[in-house]
């Protein structure tokens, strides 16, 4: 059995990407919000700390999500994140963004 090709996330999705998740669960600390796109996508995307946190911390500045500290079920502390009505709003928008842009580049990827 072949295994999935991990592919990049696409310039300017990791925040989507992120929003749905949030949006599919009440809080997820990071490393569950990873997992989460991980599994999603078939074990395509995989989301790395590098840009998985730069971009939570510049989506709470947005207040497009909180956070809160707690403690995972291995007693471990983390920061959980929610979306907030602000975030609900951008994830809207920035879904019908993409499957716009999708579309478009469809239409040109057709033969003929």
Do not use: C
Not at 18 to 40: C, D, M, N, Q, V
Not at 55 to 66: E, T, Y
Not at 84 to 101: D, F, I, S
């Amino acid at each position: 059995m072949d295994l999935p090709t991990r592919d990049p996330i696409p310039p300017g999705t990791l925040d989507m990407l992120i929003l749905k998740t949030l949006s599919r669960s009440e809080e997820s600390h990071g490393f569950e919000i990873a997992e989460s796109i991980h599994r999603a996508s078939g074990s395509v995307l995989r989301v790395e700390e590098g840009s998985l946190y730069p971009a939570l911390q510049r989506m709470l500045v947005k207040g497009w999500i909180i956070g809160e500290w707690g403690r995972t079920a291995d007693n471990r502390r983390a920061r959980y994140y929610r979306l907030t009505p602000a975030g609900r709003k951008q994830l809207e928008t920035e879904v019908e963004a993409y499957r716009r842009v999708s579309e478009a580049i469809g239409l040109i990827l057709q033969p003929g």
